[in-house]
């Protein structure tokens, strides 16, 4: 039988002597919902691009 797999070594930190290690304070996470101003509809720009293309097309039919 062999050994392939290796033991997982335990990583250490040593502390310096004399210093007390500070807590950290939690950080308050604030779920923000997302607005429709944020995220606009899909194909939201689809509609505009093809109310635009009809705009020109009426507009060069209307002037021949």
Known sequence: ETDDEEE???EVTETEEG???TEEE?????ETEPTEE???APGFGVVL???GLLAVVYLVRRNN
Do not use: F
């Open 19 to 21: 210093v007390t290690p």
């Open 26 to 30: 939690p950080t308050e996470t604030e």
């Open 49 to 51: 691009g093809l109310v």
């Open 38 to 40: 944020e995220e606009p």
């Open 8 to 10: 997982p070594t335990e």
